[in-house]
């Protein structure tokens, strides 16, 4: 048993025909792979089964769920996902496709051989309870958007308020050079969203997916505007109509439990959709494109600030991340900011503006990351250590894609013009970024639109 890790190592390598990219120590004490690399450590047997069942991503993550695999003492987390995230895009692991004559052949039986010594073969088990159980119905049916939507974001606001801070605000922030903290760059988010829309006092603001309030509140109070604000998670909007009442704005601002295909009251003068697009799909986004263009008035904005990835590897098609369709986000669907901006000129919109955002994503993400550690045994009392670790490694995987252009965030500004093409914009960007000088005083200074210079910049704390 003391050569159980480099047996386990040895045989893995020769199937794959690369060296693996992590030191591996397994429940004997033995270790094995490459001298440096971060180390995580197999803590039994059943996490070598969910290995064996599931190769890949969703084995990996089952494993680290359930904590049968663990980061070493001493190993970052941030290391580790780096080190397999470059290993996966390898050209000859990415391509790599087993067949029979592999598995069977001798390579594949060295594997077996050293399953067989450590004890590891045996029935699939089973996953976390963490891991969403499938969603019915049709694929974004307003019940089984409901049912999704509740998996990811009805896990309790305590939770959510100690990752995202007093912000709450669950899309990234905006670092601007004046921002010292996550508050003052979600602050400054919110803000530029506003002067990107034209808010004006007496203005009517539709927020599609709306959270817990932030922006609808943002808008009310610094820019004099009514504003609903729409999701159909039951927890956000419980908070959110809370915090609508504390902010003294009831008069102001209405929060509905509602699918954004269910809005009967346009028009409304301006649309903001932030963090919600992802959750549409690709065959229901017309749908979504076409029922904003419909509440908007003519010269109205709307504001769609959404993750795009990248576009595929020709002739590969489509395949969502199964960990986080899987424990994140069910039906969650990424489509690049080109299908994006092509969905909603089909629609009637003309495209203004699109701003990238994607370094500030994962700014973002690792503050988010920093909240949890910071308060880990807070986090695992209120919602349990295995839902802890899937926003943990959720987090920074997201972080590492942002940073590392496997995913990107954009600001996509597009406005419904008026008759003979009227887009009511002012000439330059540099005008329409402008706060209004109508607009009630604001307490914090208005974002520099040049934007960061990141640099080297390391966390806020």
């Given at each position: 048993m003391a050569q159980l890790?480099?047996?386990?190592?040895?045989?893995?390598?020769?199937?794959?025909?690369?060296?693996?990219?992590?030191?591996?120590?397994?429940?004997?004490?033995?270790?094995?792979?490459?001298?440096g690399a971060p180390t995580v450590v197999l803590r039994n047997r059943r996490a070598l089964r969910r290995l064996l069942w599931q190769p890949g991503e969703l084995g990996?993550?089952?494993?680290?769920?359930?904590?049968?695999?663990?980061?070493?003492?001493?190993?970052?987390?941030?290391?580790v996902l780096t080190a397999v995230a470059h290993f996966s895009e390898r050209p000859e692991i990415r391509l790599l496709r087993l067949g029979p004559a592999d598995v069977l052949g001798p390579k594949g039986r060295a594997v077996l051989r050293a399953l067989l010594r450590a004890g590891a073969l045996g029935p699939q088990p089973t996953p976390p309870p963490e891991e969403a159980r499938a969603v019915q119905g049709r694929l974004h049916s307003r019940s089984r958007d409901r049912a999704a939507i509740s998996h990811h974001y009805d896990v309790g606001n305590d939770f959510y308020g100690?990752?995202?801070?007093?912000?709450?605000?669950?899309?990234?922030?905006?670092?601007?050079?004046?921002?010292?903290?996550?508050?003052?760059?979600?602050?400054?988010?919110?803000?530029?969203?506003?002067?990107?829309?034209?808010?004006?006092?007496?203005?009517?603001?539709?927020?599609?997916?709306?959270?817990?309030?932030?922006?609808?509140?943002?808008?009310a109070a610094h820019y004099g505007v009514t504003a609903v604000g729409v999701s159909i998670s039951e927890e956000q909007v419980a908070l959110a109509r809370r915090r609508v009442e504390e902010a003294g704005l009831a008069?102001?601002?209405?929060?509905?439990?509602?699918?954004?295909?269910?809005v009967p009251d346009g028009p409304f003068d301006a649309i903001s959709s932030v963090g919600m697009a992802e959750h549409v799909g690709t065959e229901q986004y017309r749908v979504y494109a076409a029922g904003l263009y419909r509440l908007l008035v003519p010269g109205g904005r709307l504001l769609n600030h959404q993750i795009a990835r990248r576009p595929n590897h020709p002739g590969e098609p489509y395949r969502p991340s199964p960990f986080i369709d899987r424990y994140v986000f069910p039906d969650g669907e990424l489509s690049p900011v080109g299908?994006?901006?092509?969905?909603?000129?089909?629609?009637?919109?003309?495209?203004?503006?699109?701003?990238?955002l994607r370094e500030h994503y994962g700014l973002t993400l690792r503050e988010w990351v920093a909240n949890l550690e910071v308060r880990w045994t807070e986090a695992v009392r209120l919602v349990g250590r295995g839902r802890a670790?899937?926003?943990?490694?959720?987090?920074?995987?997201?972080?590492?894609?942002?940073e590392e252009n496997r995913i990107g965030v954009n600001q996509i500004l597009a406005v419904r013009t008026g008759p003979e093409g009227a887009a009511r914009l002012p000439a330059t960007r540099e005008e329409w970024l402008l706060r209004p000088a109508t607009a009630p005083h604001q307490q914090t200074p208005a974002a520099s639109p040049a934007g960061p210079d990141f640099g080297d910049r390391p966390s806020v704390r």
């Open positions: 890790a480099r047996q386990l190592v040895e045989a893995l390598e020769g199937l794959l025909g690369a060296p693996v990219p992590l030191r591996v120590q397994v429940w004997d004490g033995s270790t094995a792979g490459p001298p990996l993550a089952r494993a680290y769920v359930s904590g049968d695999l663990e980061v070493a003492p001493g190993t970052d987390l941030y290391e100690l990752v995202l801070g007093p912000s709450m605000v669950y899309s990234c922030a905006y670092w601007a050079p004046a921002a010292k903290s996550l508050e003052a760059a979600q602050e400054a988010k919110l803000d530029l969203i506003c002067r990107k829309l034209g808010l004006r006092p007496g203005m009517r603001l539709l927020d599609v997916g709306c959270g817990w309030g932030s922006l609808v509140l943002h808008a008069d102001r601002v209405e929060i509905r439990l509602q699918d954004y295909r269910e299908s994006t901006v092509a969905r909603l000129e089909e629609a009637g919109f003309e495209v203004r503006d699109v701003e990238s670790r899937v926003w943990r490694l959720y987090m920074a995987a997201s972080a590492l894609a942002f």
